[in-house]
């Protein structure tokens, strides 16, 4: 099972950026959904951002972060990214990555199919904060 780390969440403030990154244990080699998750005491495992490493394929994102936000992996480097710009109070929450076996799914919508219980493989967290 992929074992994923991440790092990069910091308090800043309205307006301004931060970049997430998700380090995993092996390579992608086409062979998984990725995605950004976020939970706040109100909600948990909100889909952020969702992307299939086969490429090409569109990644997904929520409406809330649609053209501030971009995801992105480097299969090089194991790792995932979510470039987060324009943060609002609203995006601060606990962020998580998740993996699962992508099977047929070429791009995110599909990937983000079943919501974060289909995602096999969750990382700890890195928390953002974001105050206005």
């Known amino acids: 099972q992929l074992q994923l780390v991440e790092s990069g969440g910091n308090s800043v403030q309205a307006g301004g950026s931060l970049t997430l990154s998700c380090l995993a244990s092996e390579e992608f080699y086409s062979r998984y959904c990725l995605g950004w998750f976020r939970q706040t005491p109100e909600k948990e495992g909100d889909a952020v951002a969702v992307?299939?490493?086969?490429?090409?394929?569109?990644?997904y994102y929520a409406e809330s972060v649609k053209g501030r936000f971009t995801i992105s992996y480097d299969d090089s480097k194991n790792t995932l990214y979510l470039q987060m710009n324009s943060l609002k109070p609203e995006d601060s929450a606990m962020y998580y990555c998740?993996?699962?076996?992508?099977?047929?799914?070429?791009?995110?919508?599909?990937?983000?199919?079943?919501?974060?219980?289909?995602?096999?493989?969750r990382g700890q967290g890195t928390r953002v904060t974001v105050s206005s």
């Open positions: 992307i299939s490493t086969f490429g090409g394929g569109a990644p």
């Open positions: 998740a993996a699962k076996y992508r099977g047929t799914a070429l791009d995110g919508a599909s990937c983000s199919r079943g919501g974060v219980i289909a995602f096999t493989s």
